[in-house]
């Protein structure tokens, strides 16, 4: 079946720009993860989704960074008045609610902000 | 909050040599996960761990949890150029948000002829 997806693969916007960021998830799965990793570092956790439950929005860097998901399905991360700092790859996973299931990622979106 | 960190951040291996990557916890886990990312690449699930001392082997590569559960170990043996990639392991906590995967810091493994 279909993996997890996310669009676009790469962004390149200017500074001040607000951007847009969509995941569609694998189908069936109710927790969803938002992650950032800079350049050859380790992953960032900004949120963590899971059902109808409030989201866990314990790493989200600054109020500038925001994240819906729509019940169980797509979700999108919206950082507000971008700065060179956000440039990242911004990688979403999610995966079968429970301890025991593992989280299978997206390619991921290069963020680049000139 | 609970913080995995992974030792050493960066190895580079002659192929054939073993390679070793540690991961400690700084509270008690539920379980690890084991993931892997190749260059350019994102994460891949390879193994998950649960029981305390456990130790699970993927042909050349053999993982350990600790009898504490609170640190964790994947062993390569005779690496070849197909293992280079960042090794993560993912930890949950023993008690609290139970579903919430805090990943370690990564070890990044390069493997040359």
């Known amino acids: 079946g279909a993996g997890v997806s996310q669009s676009p693969s790469n962004k390149v916007t200017e500074k001040g720009k607000d951007v847009e960021l969509r995941c569609d998830p694998i189908s069936g799965h109710t927790a969803l993860y938002w992650y950032r990793q800079r350049l050859g570092q380790g992953l960032e956790f900004l949120i963590y989704f899971q059902g109808n439950s409030a989201p866990d929005k314990s790493g989200l860097p600054s109020d500038r960074f925001s994240a819906e998901r729509t019940g169980e399905s797509v979700s999108t991360l919206t950082i507000q008045r971008t700065q060179q700092e956000d440039s990242a790859v911004y990688l979403c996973a999610s995966s079968l609610w429970g301890p025991g299931y593992e989280q299978y990622f997206g390619p991921g979106t290069r963020l680049t902000v000139t | 909050g609970q913080q995995v960190m992974q030792i050493p951040q960066y190895q580079h291996v002659q192929e054939g040599e073993d390679f070793t990557t540690y991961c400690n916890s700084s509270?008690?886990?539920?379980?690890i996960q084991w993931y892997k990312q190749r260059p350019g690449g994102h994460p891949v699930f390879l193994i998950q761990?649960?029981?305390?001392?456990e130790v699970k082997k993927q042909k050349r590569l053999t993982f350990q949890f600790g009898e504490a559960k609170k640190n964790s170990s994947l062993h390569i043996t005779a690496t070849q150029t197909t293992d280079v990639g960042t090794y993560f392991c993912?930890?949950?906590?023993?008690?609290?948000?139970?579903?919430?995967?805090?990943f370690g810091t990564g070890t990044r493994l390069q493997v040359t002829l």
């Open positions: 761990l649960v029981k305390s001392g």
């Open positions: 509270t008690t886990l539920s379980n």
């Open positions: 993912a930890g949950r906590g023993a008690t609290g948000t139970a579903s919430k995967l805090t």
